[in-house]
């Protein structure tokens, strides 16, 4: 049988729409404006628009409250985090918490998907140039007839002090955007009162490099940065060994970590040792107690991290008044059932959820007494769910039977009776709705047709009267694992089997717990 799972090929591509709702009680404060919903589900989203989330609101004519700090916002969480440090914990609830408890070297924009500096002040990127004899330089690389010009951009200390030519039957290959230099904000401090320093970025970068440090869920992110080097007390320098389309990104998970608390060879360390191996120094930083009582550089800090629900407070460590953060205190609160959250939400219990269910995100919209206190509304999130198999299966080793398994998929259908039409169909894992993505390239078609045409040709079609596909005596038939408890996965199975089979591809469908899925 095949397993569903990550893989290097994925058969189709759905934007979800997160679907949430706030209280908007009159004592609350106004952050970021929610903002103006697009007219038609289905209509592109403009990345133009300074607001997108409150339904009805138009920033282009409606006017909103002006902002002013204080209060204390309570937001639904599904889940704690075990931790807080982010090298030890990928999961997203401790991202989100992460968002204002810390920061990160870039940041992506929420509207535009482009990414903007936050630590870091701003960064130059050059390409490289490898040489024939394995020699590499670093800079703008400039096409000049035969010969490739080499311009240093980045300072201080770099390698080449001025620009240099290098005949192009000397170059073995090009890299772009290979080579990161950044400077760091001025004045940001630890929330123990400590100046961040470019060691807290090494040190990350360094941790990853130890077996013994248990961050196999992060270290892969980091694998192609291979050399790493500090420049002056605000600047650094990382280089890539290839070419990678998502090299900026890396550094959106490149969080730093306090020298002076977790490396045990930093001077700065209580307990400095000069010496300490590598062995020590992940056992270190593996059980540090800060891992849960959280030193952070974001404009919160954390209070409180209780059984059921953490508190930070602002805390004036350093950033300006547009990146501090509007409310005087948040509480992420945990309610693991999402119907429960929507109840609490009612009760005046949480003022955010962003795990609505669909039937309740309807049904509020139109409520009158609950939109007299508060609203609902969507966003379409950074990333999409997708269908992936496991290419090592030979039934899937055809791209016509790939192709085949797309265009038996009713993702139209699905998006309309599940989501009521509030999600959209994609053609790239990393939708969100930014001016990069290419809307020209459409979709595939739900085309059963067609699916049994290209199964055909490929040899698979039903010899034997059973109605499914077979081929060499072996039927066409795949697993597909997802996440028990998932209605939205339950739902889109039933109807996949149901539309495979009329394409004569057998489908089985298991479901597990999480941890055991990925």
Not at 362 to 368: C, E, I, L, V, Y
């Amino acid at each position: 049988m095949s397993q569903a799972h990550a893989s290097p090929f994925r058969s189709a591509f759905l934007a979800l729409a997160a679907l949430w709702a706030g209280s908007c009680t009159p004592d609350a404060p106004t952050g970021n404006p929610p903002a103006r919903q697009p007219s038609s589900a289905s209509a592109p989203l403009d990345p133009t628009l300074a607001d997108r989330f409150r339904p009805g609101f138009d920033p282009r004519s409606d006017a909103l409250p002006a902002p002013r700090r204080g209060g204390k916002v309570v937001i639904h969480v599904e889940a704690l985090p075990r931790q807080l440090n982010y090298l030890l914990d990928n999961s997203g609830v401790t991202r989100r918490v992460l968002q204002e408890l810390h920061g990160t070297l870039v940041a992506r924009d929420l509207f535009t998907g482009a990414h903007r500096p936050q630590l870091a002040e701003d960064w130059v990127v050059e390409d490289t140039l490898v040489r024939r004899d394995g020699r590499r330089l670093y800079g703008e690389l400039v096409e000049q007839g035969d010969a490739w010009r080499v311009v240093p951009r980045s300072a201080p200390g770099h390698a080449l002090s001025a620009s240099i030519d290098v005949a192009k039957a000397d170059v073995a290959r090009i890299e772009r955007g290979t080579v990161y230099t950044f400077r760091l904000r001025p004045g940001i401090r630890w929330h123990d009162g400590a100046p961040l320093r470019v060691e807290d970025f090494l040190l990350t970068w360094r941790l990853s490099k130890i077996p013994q440090v248990r961050c196999d869920e992060k270290r892969f992110e980091f694998e192609h940065l291979v050399h790493a080097e500090q420049l002056d007390e605000r600047s650094l320098r990382f280089f890539y060994d290839r070419q990678y389309f998502g090299a900026a990104a890396v550094f959106e998970a490149l969080i730093p970590l306090p020298a002076h608390v977790y490396d045990l060879r930093d001077p700065q360390h209580p307990q400095a040792r000069p010496d300490a191996s590598d062995a020590e120094l992940a056992q270190h930083v593996n059980e540090h107690p800060a891992n849960r009582r959280w030193i952070g550089v974001g404009p919160y800090r954390l209070v409180e991290f209780g059984d059921e629900h953490l508190e930070a407070e602002r805390v004036d460590n350093g950033w300006t008044a547009e990146d501090a953060g509007w409310y005087a205190a948040i509480r992420w609160r945990q309610i693991t059932d999402a119907a429960l959250a929507y109840r609490a939400l009612c009760a005046g219990e949480i003022d955010f959820t962003s795990r609505l269910l669909s039937d309740d995100y309807f049904r509020a919209g139109s409520d009158p007494e609950f939109t007299s206190r508060a609203y609902v509304g969507h966003f379409y999130t950074p990333r999409a769910s997708y269908i992936g198999w496991n290419l090592r299966k030979p039934q899937l080793a055809d791209a016509r039977v790939r192709t085949a398994l797309a265009l038996a998929t009713d993702w139209d259908g699905y998006v309309q009776g599940f989501y009521r039409g509030l999600a959209q169909r994609v053609t790239a894992e990393w939708f969100d709705g930014g001016l990069d993505y290419d809307r020209e390239l459409a979709p595939l078609p739900f085309d059963v047709a067609r699916a049994r045409a290209l199964l055909a040709e490929a040899g698979w079609y039903d010899r034997d009267g059973d109605g499914f596909a077979d081929r060499d005596g072996v039927p066409l038939a795949l697993e597909i694992l997802t996440q028990a408890g998932s209605r939205s996965g339950e739902v889109f199975l039933q109807r996949y089997q149901e539309t495979l089979a009329q394409a004569g591809v057998r489908l089985d469908i298991g479901a597990v717990a999480w941890p055991v899925l990925i």
